[in-house]
């Protein structure tokens, strides 16, 4: 009885606990020295029987800060979510909170009230289905997750519903699919482009996420919203696929979510989850911040992610943050500062790694799709069995 008493409350506890709540997340020592292996072709894309992918025999090396996300990314977003403003930047040359050098340069920009879209494409998973890759980009048409046969910029007051996605890439096109080409192998039937590149650069956001009213409970990720980075090789090839071999996500090539809710039990906080091998075996869970922003479930969130120049990685949301031409490195220090004094930072260390790690274990897993396609209750059962 008494056991079983210790054993419900630590269930409970375990259920429960949740990570302080914070105004902005850091992750230090983000960056390490190993390599993933790149897709080297997609055969037979729409034929059930003979689909399949090949991942290249040479491992792509990568090292340095930020590494492997400082290669180009693609930016993501999952409903319930309404996107207002977006905007990346690069800079060549920031510090994160220190000696307020190294001012931002905006590459790209939308605003969904002006209808602006400057150096930003809208695609969404509207193509044609094949059994390994899932469905193809598209265009997304005006609603975010329609086809287009054309860019289109998303309307103003555009929402997205649980589970439905569109994600943002430059509009700078990819040559032609290709090992040796500027974009790699991807997936021909698609637009595709290129994501943000640099080592040192910086996305902001002002969005909303309202609780779901819309979709049916037993959706997918039903109220979830999310916002995260993937290296764009992933979604070119495939985003959810069930071979391990259609995309460089298993091998370690790179996603870092910004404001991510993991389960429904804690819908109203946003975690930051970095996805490789740095100082973890185990992808799909990643690491995880040890402190979550607010999902405000009435008013706007303004706020956004920065990779500095020597491996600090901030999350914040913060009313300060402003989408303009230049962004001065005082002004972002001071942003984040007047957010996140006290406690209300939560900072994580990464491990250092530096030898490239053996990619060729990591393959052999099964890929259960995207970590952030996993459904809760699987998370909520093994944390369950885990007690029994
Ligand atoms: C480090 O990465 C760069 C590409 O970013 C590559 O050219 C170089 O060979 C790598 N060095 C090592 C030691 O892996
Ligand atoms: C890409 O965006 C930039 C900035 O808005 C614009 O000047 C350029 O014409 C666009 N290029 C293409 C190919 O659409
Ligand atoms: C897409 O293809 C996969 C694999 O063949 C299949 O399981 C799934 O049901 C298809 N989805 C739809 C909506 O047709
Ligand atoms: C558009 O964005 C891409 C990726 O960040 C960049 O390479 C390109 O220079 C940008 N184009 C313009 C016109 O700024
Ligand atoms: C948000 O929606 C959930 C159902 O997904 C509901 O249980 C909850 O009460 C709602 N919260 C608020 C504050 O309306
Ligand atoms: C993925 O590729 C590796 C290396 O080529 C191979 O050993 C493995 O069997 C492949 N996995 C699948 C599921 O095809
Ligand atoms: C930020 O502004 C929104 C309105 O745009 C408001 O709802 C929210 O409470 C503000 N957040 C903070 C922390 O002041
Ligand atoms: C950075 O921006 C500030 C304010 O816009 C400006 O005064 C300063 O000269 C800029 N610094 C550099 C190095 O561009
Ligand atoms: C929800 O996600 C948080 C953050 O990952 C975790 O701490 C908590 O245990 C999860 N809760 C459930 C019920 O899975």
Redesign the pocket.
């Known amino acids: 009885m008494l056991l079983s008493i210790i054993l419900l409350s630590c269930m409970f506890h375990t259920i429960t606990a949740s990570t302080p709540q914070v105004n902005a997340i850091e992750f230090n020592n983000f960056g390490f020295a190993g390599s993933y292996t790149p897709v080297i072709e997609l055969a037979n894309i729409y034929d059930e029987q003979q689909c399949s992918c090949s991942i290249s025999n040479t491992p792509t090396l990568f090292n340095g800060t930020n590494a492997p996300l400082n290669e180009e990314v693609s930016v993501h977003f999952r409903g319930p979510l309404q996107l207002i403003n977006f905007a990346s930047y690069v800079s060549d040359g920031y510090t994160f909170g220190e000696d307020n050098s190294g001012n931002f340069s905006r590459l790209s920009f939308y605003d969904a009230g002006e209808g602006i879209g400057e150096n930003v494409t809208f695609l969404t998973r509207a193509g044609k289905n094949s059994s390994c890759l899932g469905f193809g980009l598209t265009f997304a048409d005006s609603d975010g997750i329609s086809a287009a046969n054309e860019p289109t910029i998303l309307a103003d007051n555009t929402l997205l519903n649980s589970n439905q996605e569109f994600v943002i890439f430059s509009n700078v096109s990819c040559e032609s699919s290709g090992v040796d080409n500027d974009c790699g192998v991807y997936r021909e039937d698609i637009p595709a482009y290129h994501g943000f590149f640099g080592t040192t650069k910086m996305f902001l956001f002002k969005f909303t996420m309202p ?2 009213t819309k979709s049916a409970w037993d959706v997918a990720n ?2 979830m919203p999310a916002i995260w980075l993937l290296n764009a090789q992933i979604p070119r090839t495939a985003q959810y696929s069930n071979d391990v071999n259609c995309s460089c996500w298993r091998s370690g090539c790179g996603e870092f979510d910004i404001f991510e809710v993991m389960n ?1 039990t804690e ?1 109203t906080h946003l975690y930051s989850t970095l996805h490789d091998y740095q100082g973890t075996g185990d992808i799909e869970s990643g690491l995880a911040s040890n402190g979550h922003t607010e999902r405000d ?1 009435q008013g706007d969130m303004v706020g956004g992610v920065v990779f500095d120049s020597t491996g600090k990685v901030v999350v914040w949301m913060s009313n300060s943050t402003s989408f303009d031409e230049v962004v001065a490195a005082k002004d972002l220090n001071s942003w984040i500062h007047d957010v996140a004094q006290g406690k209300e930072l939560a900072a994580t260390t990464l491990p250092t790694v530096s030898a490239p790690t053996e990619t060729s274990s990591h393959t052999t897993k099964k890929n259960n799709g995207y970590v952030l396609q996993q459904s809760p209750l699987i998370v909520l059962l093994s944390a369950l069995l885990w007690f029994i």
């Open positions: 609780n779901e039903y109220n429904v819908y479930l």
